[in-house]
Nanobody, 125 residues
Framework: VQLQASGGGLVQAGGSLRLSCVAS????????MGWFRQYPGKEREFVSS???????NYSDSVKGRFTISRDTTKNTLFLHMNNLKSEDTAVYYC????????????????????WGQGTLVTVSS
């Protein structure tokens, strides 16, 4: 599975962005898909996930502001980010899990198998 993320950029606090992640090599209908983010010098942290059965999960820090979705006709994962804050500034990675168990509750980097290259989101205050 290859993942190509895009959509990052510079936005003012309170603004919105939409990240996209195009998957190839496997249908995202068969995968648990997710987004992580990483601050400089820190470990990747869970942001959101969406399961094969459309179950979703969000970290407490983004709940109510971010929405994960997918378009299976385009084999693409999205992260709609609203009311952005300076603490959302990070590199965002899309990821997928291709194993038997694919609950949206998986929230550790080692729970996932494939990673995109990352896209930088910068929120100015």
């Amino acid at each position: 599975v290859q993942l190509q993320a895009s959509g990052g950029g510079l936005v003012q606090a309170g603004g919105s962005l939409r990240l996209s992640c195009v998957a190839s090599g496997r249908s995202i209908e068969a995968l648990l898909m997710g987004w992580f983010r990483q601050y400089p010098g820190k470990e990747r942290e869970f942001v959101s996930s969406i399961s094969r059965s459309f179950g979703t999960n969000y970290s407490d820090s983004v709940k109510g502001r971010f929405t994960i979705s997918r378009d299976t006709t385009k084999n693409t994962l999205f992260l709609h980010m609203n009311n952005l804050k300076s603490e959302d500034t990070a590199v965002y990675y899309c990821t997928s899990r291709d194993r038997i168990y694919g609950s949206e509750l998986y929230a550790l980097p080692n729970d996932y198998d494939y990673w995109g290259q990352g896209t930088l989101v910068t929120v100015s205050s």
